[in-house]
């Protein structure tokens, strides 16, 4: 596969403030690759970097397998989709998306030929002549889309292109635009915060965090095999413990959680009394009211929340952690207070190499802030 974009070892400061530390990562011919992370993690910065807008401190960008050295924004094949739009007011939507054609003097007729092309595939035939004030905010993304691609960009950048939207909108159109990004076969380099948006789009999401890459993977491995619990708690709902390598045996490593119970056996190169992170997610999580054979730890029903398509429990485990499980909504709920057992499969537990002090604390607030308590 041709590798249409790479960062080797870029590193950004703004004065002294480490922006970007050593990031390296590639994106190949006709990928929809998403960059998720929280806010401030650095993705706009990287996206400014590959466009041309900003030059990186150290390091280096290739594109379509050339290194860009510093050539200017408009001498790269790529466009940028902003989050605001940034259209032009005063201009048509037809003379929006005829803009880059105009700079690159490109005649009239055939300007305004491939102008009816875009508008068709952004589903808006018959509105070039409209004003930009007569369009609804996702109209105007889709002009802005229009208007990136008319002069067959090698790669598209799109911002929080969706943010602006409110939620029923944003979901049609990122289901248009995957189908525009298939249907073209352009490189998309995508930036968002929304794991949701980034597990159904992307071929592949690299995961960043304060700078720095924490997994590139497909969406798949990334929920099933996270490697950091940033990644696992980022990704997905999660439940994270402590554990300690306790033994290897010919199965695997066995660890065991916190509260001393048997947890895992993981056949990742680790060694014995290693402490690592184990993670669980909350549909793994089974519940007993008799005790079960094997692994189990004894709990209590602490919270429920009705969710629609599931519902959302907490249960208390002997330590005072608050472990989340999630089941199908029709399931009928245990009275809060119910003494059980929980258990998991072991294969069901994910082994976390690297012990990180970014655990999350759910002992105290378990984070269903999404989510409505029934009265
Ligand atoms: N021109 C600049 N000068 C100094 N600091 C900057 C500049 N641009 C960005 N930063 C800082 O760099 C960090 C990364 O910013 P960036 O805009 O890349 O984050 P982001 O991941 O896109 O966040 P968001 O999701 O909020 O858009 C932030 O701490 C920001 O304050
Ligand atoms: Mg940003």
């Known amino acids: 596969m041709k590798e249409m974009i790479k960062l080797s ?29 929280p806010s401030g993690c ?19 960008i290739l594109l379509d397998e050339k290194p860009v050295g510093d050539l200017p924004p408009y001498k790269r094949k790529i466009n940028t989709v902003f989050q605001n739009y940034a259209l032009f007011p005063h201009l048509t939507v037809a003379q929006n998306i005829a803009f880059g054609l105009k700079m ?3 005649p009239k007729p055939k300007r305004s030929l491939q102008v009816e092309k875009m508008l068709k595939l952004v589903q808006l035939e ?26 067959h960009p090698q790669v598209l950048l799109l911002d929080e292109p969706l943010s602006a939207l409110d ?4 979901k049609q159109m990122q289901l248009e635009l995957k189908r525009l990004q298939r249907k073209l076969g352009i490189t998309f380099v995508y930036v968002t915060h929304d794991q949701e948006e980034a597990l159904m789009m992307s071929d592949r999401i690299a995961v960043m965090n304060k700078g720095h890459l924490e997994q590139i993977a497909d969406p798949r491995t990334l929920y099933e095999k996270p490697k950091t619990c940033f990644v696992a708690n980022f990704i997905g709902e999660s439940n994270i413990f402590y554990g300690k390598v306790s033994e290897i045996t010919k199965a695997g490593a066995k660890v065991t959680i916190e509260n001393g119970y048997l947890s895992i056996q993981s056949k990742k190169p680790v060694s014995e009394s290693q402490i690592v992170n184990i993670v669980i997610r909350p549909e793994k999580v089974k519940l007993s009211e008799t005790e079960v054979a094997g692994f189990h730890i004894p709990a209590t029903v602490a919270e429920h929340y009705y969710a629609g398509n599931m ?20 399931q009928v709920l245990l009275p809060i207070g119910t003494s059980v057992f929980v258990y998991w499969e072991l294969s069901d537990a994910i082994l976390v190499e690297t012990a990180s002090d970014d655990v999350y604390n759910v002992v105290d607030n378990p984070d269903f802030s999404t989510v409505n308590q029934q009265s």
């Not at 002997?318 to 199908?328: D, E, S, Y």
């Open 42 to 60: 650095g993705k706009t910065t990287t996206l400014r970097m590959i466009a041309g807008f900003e030059e990186p401190t150290s390091g280096e």
């Open 9 to 37: 070892s870029i590193k950004k400061n703004y004065g002294d403030v480490k922006i970007i530390k050593d990031l390296n990562f590639t994106v190949y011919e006709g990928e929809f690759l998403t960059m998720l992370g």
């Open 167 to 170: 939620l029923k909108l944003r």
């Open 104 to 106: 690159a003097k490109v």
């Open 311 to 330: 519902n959302k429990t907490v249960l208390r485990l002997p330590n005072g952690m608050a472990l989340k499980m999630n089941t199908p909504g029709e």
């Open 126 to 151: 018959g509105y070039g002549n409209r004003k930009l004030d007569q369009l609804s905010g996702g109209q105007k993304q889709r002009i802005a889309i229009a208007r990136a691609l008319i002069n």
